[in-house]
């Protein structure tokens, strides 16, 4: 027992010393809220451990070396010409702050080797803060209107991003609600969709219908939209043009086949004999009984209905503001109902498995043609989802 309590002791010190290295080695990289972030971990679980008080005299350590170095790089950064300057002058004002708040909960923190409390000096850096993100806002508004008045996509953009960096940290900051929804407006890409057919048939208005209802494609995103009629108020910088060039629509097919069957089935059993005629007895002396089997044939009449239609086209990009195609895609789609029956004469046992699904079925009526180009229609739907997507 006193074996297994000396493990245990051993294994909590040598987690300790590797703890404190670990700590140690961060201030002396420089990494000061780390070695901040560590020692708070091991003092919130029990400050008043003896084990703990190096972490109470690196925490104090860390404290001031990073207070000294944040320090030092905001009052370089208020007299530099830096960029972003004051991004980084109120960031470094916010974690002056929430390095306080982050230590203030464990004091007063007592150190038995210094025999005294260790000293954190804080300060209320509210005003600073204030000032700092006034600063920070000031210049995010101004850059916001830099970018939206270079009047690209790319800017827009950039500029609704910055708008909502400040719409975080200040609500309702001048007209920034309005920037937003303009910047959002001027940074999509409107796409018009339209659908050509130059089949020379009629399609059906519901394939038309669904192939231009761009709201089950799943396919608008933040910067894109899909229109399938045209908005007042918006200029469509591209467009998708889906054109329908042929359909093909086989006549309606029967066929018929006779097909043989043969089958080698168990038909009862008898009791095995010898050469001489004498019943084979097993090791208990009983009879030995053997499976008997016999051939059985069928004749199967199968007949097969076919009807298939195959709609080809190609999907075009064009870029409206050139007036120019980008790309183009081929687009096609067959469809093919068919439907096997049968019947038979002869034996059932000589049938296979998909004999027997096919006296199961029966005549049904051929799809119109209408139905038939909807069936297709689904699938062109599919494959210009992925056109779609494999390049917006």
């Not at 000032?131 to 210049?139: E, H, L």
């Not at 090791?283 to 199968?302: H, L, P, Q």
Request: proline content about 2%; overall charge neutral; glycine content about 4%.
């Amino acid at each position: 027992m006193r074996a297994f309590l000396f493990t245990i002791v051993a294994v909590l010190v040598l987690s300790a010393c590797s703890s404190v290295k670990r700590n140690q080695k961060f201030i002396a990289e420089g990494d000061y809220d780390r070695a901040i972030d560590l020692a708070v971990k091991k003092l919130q679980k029990d400050k008043y451990a003896d084990k703990n008080d190096e972490h109470i005299i690196l925490l104090e350590e860390a404290y001031k070396k990073a207070v000294s170095e944040n320090t030092r790089r905001i009052n370089f950064l208020k007299k530099s010409n830096e960029p972003n300057k004051s991004r980084s002058i109120y960031y470094l004002y916010k974690k002056l702050e929430d390095r306080q708040f982050q230590i203030r909960p464990l004091l007063p923190l007592y150190s038995n080797s210094l025999g005294r409390n260790v000293n954190f000096k804080f300060q209320d850096y509210s005003n600073e803060i204030i000032a700092a993100k006034q600063a920070y806002v000031a210049d995010l508004y101004n850059e916001a209107l830099r970018l939206k008045n270079n009047n690209t996509i790319e800017d827009y953009r950039e500029s609704y991003y910055l708008l909502c960096d400040i719409d975080e940290l200040h609500p309702n900051y001048r007209e920034v609600n309005s920037l937003l929804e303009e910047t959002r407006f001027l940074g999509t890409d409107f796409i018009f969709v339209s659908l050509n057919n130059r089949t020379n048939q009629v399609i059906p208005f519901r394939m038309e219908r669904e192939l231009l209802d761009f709201n089950t494609y799943g396919l608008n995103n933040f910067w894109t939209e899909f229109h399938s009629k045209r908005e007042n108020g918006i200029d469509y910088n591209y467009a998708i043009v889906l054109n329908l060039r042929n359909i093909g629509i086989s006549p309606e097919r029967v066929s018929e086949r006779e097909e043989r069957r043969s089958q080698r089935i168990k038909d009862g059993w008898e009791y095995k004999k010898d050469r001489n005629g004498n019943f084979v007895l097993d090791e208990n002396g009983d009879k030995i009984k053997i499976d008997k089997y016999k051939t059985v044939s069928a004749r199967m009449f199968i007949t097969t209905q076919v009807k298939s239609v195959l709609v080809a086209g190609d999907v075009v990009y064009r870029d409206l503001l050139n007036n120019q195609n980008i790309n183009s895609y081929p687009l096609s789609s067959e469809f093919v109902f068919e439907n096997v029956f049968a019947t038979f004469r002869g034996d059932r046992g000589a049938l296979t498995n998909e004999d027997l699904r096919f006296i199961q079925n029966r005549f049904v009526p051929f799809p119109t043609n209408e139905q038939m180009v909807l069936d297709a229609g689904e699938d062109i739907k599919i494959r210009l989802k992925e056109i779609l997507k494999n390049n917006f």
